[in-house]
């Protein structure tokens, strides 16, 4: 999967690491955006948009998926710089625009949620993740988690085609 390229479709590592860096970027900026405004605008309200379905609901989570781990921000901001690390090491040996992608996608919504860490507690990375996306049995999440998922995702679907096509 990561390093090995097919002539049709492979990215030099200098455009790979821009394409990664900009979906990266813009999923941090539009995630910090999107949390301000749940911050500034949701507390202590529900929003349905879509009735049973879909409502805006602001909540503050300090441990991890699903809330667990609870109270464990720095241990899981310092996870979370590790796997920052590993990402861009992947970044640096992927050449098939889709990884690329799917990895800035990966890179940003680990970047937004490990911003959230450092900017929204009083101590070191002991601040709490804005979560403000609820669909009915899914918890409450944030374009960070969404980003990530979706990375996740694409990252699987090519793993899965490149063994189907025995690549």
């Known amino acids: 999967m990561f390093g090995r390229a097919y002539p049709q479709a492979s990215l030099g590592r200098g455009r790979a690491c821009r394409i990664a860096l900009l979906t990266a970027g813009s999923v941090v900026i539009l995630d910090q955006i999107t949390k301000a405004w749940a911050h500034s605008s949701l507390q202590g309200e ?10 805006l609901t602001y909540a503050e989570n300090t441990g991890a998926a699903f809330s667990s781990f609870t109270g464990s921000g720095p241990l899981i901001g310092v996870i979370s710089v590790a796997v920052i690390g590993l ?6 040996r992927s050449s098939r625009p889709v990884e690329v992608v ?8 680990a970047l937004g949620n ?3 860490r ?13 979560d403000w996306i609820d669909l009915w049995i899914i918890p409450t999440f944030n374009v960070a988690d969404a980003s990530l998922n979706i990375g996740v995702a694409l990252l699987l679907l090519v793993s899965l085609l490149l063994v189907l096509r025995n690549e």
């Open 118 to 130: 450092m900017l929204r507690g009083p101590g070191f990375l002991d601040g709490a993740v804005v």
């Open 46 to 55: 529900t929003r349905p948009l879509i009735d049973g379905f879909l409502r």
């Open 102 to 109: 799917a990895l800035g996608l990966i890179l940003g919504g």
């Open 87 to 92: 990402i861009v090491y992947l970044i640096n």
């Open 114 to 116: 490990w911003a959230d």
